[in-house]
């Protein structure tokens, strides 16, 4: 690749990030995100601008695949850091982040081959390196090799409920 393409292309992948910096993230709707996350080794604050593989209700959760394998920075300093924080459209939000067994990396692929057949094509073939179909068999070997994190709202977390002490007079269920 000649210098002026990687130059046009480093600028184009990198596109999304000032779109967000300057708070036009909307305008990339909730197909993407951008998160702030902290260097392992530096300490200092990276933004990377990564697509939404699937959501849930309310933004209460979003999953992302790490497309360059566990070794791309982003992922490992997430993973290290436990938290990030998410820019997604409008909202912004803390995060914790959890890594996807392979089984719900499955489900997780599964269901974006579903939703986004050309772009799961597109992630199958440069990972995988072979023409990939979006069969089964070639599914559960993008799930053996991808990593994937949920980013959990941290506004939705669910605290464990207060156990009540039951007194001997207090025999009548409760409705």
């Excluded at 459209?89 to 982040?97: E, I, K, L, S």
């Excluded at 599914?139 to 941290?154: F, V, Y």
Aim: net charge positive; glycine share 8%.
């Amino acid at each position: 690749m000649t210098a002026l393409r990687m130059r046009f292309h480093r600028t184009l992948v990198r596109a999304p990030n000032w779109l967000y910096r300057a708070r036009l993230g909307w305008l990339l709707g909730h197909r993407f995100l951008m998160i702030e996350h902290r260097g392992r080794i530096t300490g200092l604050t990276r933004r990377t601008t990564l697509e939404v593989t699937r959501r849930g209700p309310g933004s209460e959760w979003v999953e992302v695949v790490a497309g360059f394998g566990a070794t791309t920075d982003w992922y490992r300093n997430a993973v290290a850091a436990g938290e990030v924080r998410v820019h997604l459209g409008t909202r912004q939000f803390t995060a914790d982040v959890a890594e996807l067994d392979e089984g719900e990396r499955l489900a997780l692929l599964t269901d974006y081959q579903t939703n986004h057949p050309k772009s799961a094509a597109v992630l199958g073939t440069t990972v995988v390196r072979q023409p990939f179909t979006g069969a089964d068999h070639d599914l559960a070997a993008l799930a053996r090799q991808l990593p994937a994190l949920r980013l959990t709202n941290r506004q939705f977390r669910l605290d464990p409920a207060p156990v009540l002490a039951s007194t001997e007079a207090d025999d009548e269920p409760h409705p």
